[in-house]
């Protein structure tokens, strides 16, 4: 048994499960409670400047996820057979090799990769993902990338750096305009290689029509990737086989927005592409052969994993991704649903709060629970620090690595944008835009809604406890007195 003292739990393995009673009185309380049970640390509870504690409401999921109990009783049966892969001869290398091998069909299944002509290669995260992707597809100079402009800089940076990259046009409400996707294949024609955009936006939580655009970019002749970062822990995703027009050639993802932070992340994608030429990184396990002077380079997926790779975090991986399908990933989506048609409703409320992107309760089903916002006259700086220190409310804020994107939605004008940059550059982040930031996971409640609300209506009306300063370099509020020892909480 785990020892509890206080607020630590020392030594907890792995195989610790918090069996709280379920104190419930209906079925969707039911469902919510099994769901809730099935993450790992909802009962931790952190300090507020008052002195008291209180348990923490994590709404940053879009940034990353909590475990589940699945992924680490996983892991918490196959550590003792972990061991070196597919080149071990022990035992307890064959056991390993085969949760590698079994993991990757799991993932693929996850995704409906269709595996007579994708393959699935693990990495590190999806912007390793984007990266390989965008080495390996053979693109030169005058190629041209088509993103939307709503995508987080991880599936903007590594296009620029192989092709040319043609933004598409957004709405004046920041959704992607599916009408200027037509126009610049017109524009472009056969340069198009290829279509690269999210499956949902981090900062708005736009849903974007992965099919419809596949069999668009399919009918120029080019490819389409999907960021499936923000979209795979929210709604089932299917790729679709090969002969569909609708099919996604390439899908990139995080385990760690998933419920299985452990480093791995995976690439989808067309299996003759990685037949083709050297891989990115070259070194052990990706060669079938090598002379003095020659190297004959194995097949995908080893072609594209080089070095030892993360057994761990690929079973891990394939243990969120069962755990998903059992809960059920229309329950999450309906569940998630509910709560961001609460959360709007509710937000709306609050006096001097804007909203960007839709904030029509209404249309709580077209989009993940990302929910951007400012309150009148305040800083996202000082609000997101508020929430923390004096609610116990985890939330992010400023530009969610889509700078594009955010001074589009704040309708930011260029020379303004330019003098802000202009300040960054020079180190000062204190006045630069941005916007607060709330994300639900599949497990957040309308309680902790109600609690966020509640606080943004003090911190609206200037009902601010404790003496803020903002420090001018990284822009970020503290407060004055408010030093807890983070090391009473965890200690390496
Ligand atoms: C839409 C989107 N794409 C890509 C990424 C990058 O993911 P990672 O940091 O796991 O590589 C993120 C991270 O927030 C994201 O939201």
Redesign the pocket.
């Known amino acids: 048994m785990p020892q509890v003292e206080g607020n630590q739990i020392m030594n907890t393995p792995f195989s610790y499960r918090p069996s709280t009673r379920l104190d419930v009185t209906s079925r969707d309380d039911l469902a919510m409670a099994e769901i809730r049970q099935r993450v790992v640390g909802l009962d931790v509870k952190v300090p507020l400047l008052d002195g008291s504690k209180r348990p923490y409401v994590n709404l940053d999921n ?3 996820t909590p475990a589940l109990w699945d992924v680490l009783e996983t892991l918490d049966l196959f550590m003792p057979w972990y061991s070196s892969i597919h080149r071990g001869k022990g035992f307890k290398s064959e056991i390993s090799s085969e949760a590698y091998d079994d993991a990757r069909e799991i993932v693929g299944r996850f995704f409906g990769a269709d595996m007579s002509s994708q393959v699935v290669i693990f990495v ?7 990266n390989k992707a965008a080495r390996r597809i053979g693109l030169n100079k005058d190629d041209v990338v088509l993103l939307s402009l709503m ?5 903007d940076l590594p296009w620029r750096a192989q092709a040319t990259v043609v933004h598409l046009a957004l709405r004046p409400d920041g959704s992607l305009d599916v009408d200027d996707v037509r126009v610049k294949f017109e524009q472009y024609g056969q340069r198009v290689k290829l279509l690269a955009v ?5 900062v708005t939580g736009y849903i974007n029509p992965l099919h419809e655009l596949a069999e668009l970019a399919h009918s120029y002749g080019a490819l389409i990737m999907a ?1 499936a ?3 795979a822990p929210h709604r089932g995703i299917h790729i679709r086989p090969a002969g569909d027009p609708g099919h996604l050639d390439f899908l ?1 993802a ?1 385990a ?2 998933m419920y299985a932070p452990f480093g791995t ?1 995976v690439l989808i994608g067309p299996r003759k592409i990685f037949l083709e030429g050297a891989p990115d990184y070259s070194g052990g396990g990706t060669v079938e052969i090598v002379t003095e002077d020659a190297v004959y380079w194995a097949g995908p997926p080893d072609r594209e994993e080089a070095g030892s790779p993360n057994v761990v975090g690929a079973v891990a991986m394939a243990a969120a991704c069962k755990a998903l399908t059992e809960i059920g990933m229309d329950r999450l989506a309906a569940h998630e649903a509910d709560l961001t048609r609460y959360a709007l409703t509710e937000l709306h409320k609050i006096e001097g709060i804007e909203i960007y992107g839709d904030a029509d309760p209404a249309n709580a089903s077209n989009r993940l629970g990302v929910i951007p916002f400012n309150l009148h006259g305040m800083s996202h700086y000082l609000v997101a620090a508020v929430l923390s220190h004096e609610y116990g409310i985890g939330v992010r804020n400023g530009c ?3 700078h594009p994107y955010v001074l589009h939605l704040m309708d930011i004008p260029e020379p303004v944008a330019w003098s802000w940059r202009k300040q960054v550059v020079a180190g000062m982040r204190a006045h630069l835009p941005g916007l607060v930031r709330i994300s639900f996971g599949c497990y957040n409640t309308k309680e902790e809604v109600d609690w966020l609300v509640q606080a943004l209506h003090n911190i609206a009306a200037g009902e601010i406890a404790g003496a803020y300063e903002q420090d001018r370099a990284s822009g970020a509020y503290s407060e004055r007195t408010f030093h807890p020892e983070l090391e009473q909480y965890f200690k390496l």
């Open positions: 879009a940034a990353t590190k995260n999806t912007t390793e993902a984007v995508e987080h800089h991880s599936n999210s499956g949902a936006s981090n960021d970062a923000q979209l990139v995080s760690h927005k992340g969610f690595c889509a």
